[in-house]
């Protein structure tokens, strides 16, 4: 049974920053795409940030390029979103993506083949 679970997300001002994990189990996680996504209330879920298995190559959204770093440790199963100048728009629900190999890269909805639960961020203004 393949388990993604997030953590990590909290409420921080204006020009803070967090860091969100994702640990993955059941999967075999350094082969596997993966990803992060958002949803605001009101809004559809949009993609934040991507990665390879490798780690080589990474996708982001316009609105985060330069804010946030997606990374991952193989070795700990674990996904990251390091996450700074944080805006009161960043706020929304987080989802952790696990692809796997092509053509599950993790970089769209429909190329997504686990969910975790989410991990809420709030920014106050």
């Known amino acids: 049974q393949v388990q993604v679970v997030e953590s990590g997300g909290g409420l921080v001002q204006a020009g803070g920053s967090l860091r969100l994990s994702c640990v993955v189990s059941g999967l075999t996680f350094d082969t596997a795409a993966m990803g992060w996504f958002r949803q605001a209330p009101g809004e559809k879920r949009e993609r934040v940030s991507c990665?390879?298995?490798?780690?080589?190559?990474?996708a982001y959204a316009d609105s985060v390029k330069g804010r946030f770093t997606i990374s991952r440790d193989n070795a700990k199963n674990t996904l990251y979103l390091q996450m700074n100048s944080l805006q009161p728009e960043d706020t929304a629900m987080y989802y952790c993506a696990a692809g796997g190999l092509p053509p599950y890269d993790a970089c769209s909805d429909s190329r997504v083949r686990y969910w975790g639960q989410g991990t809420q961020v709030t920014v106050s203004s």
């Open positions: 990665i390879t298995w490798t780690g080589d190559n990474t």
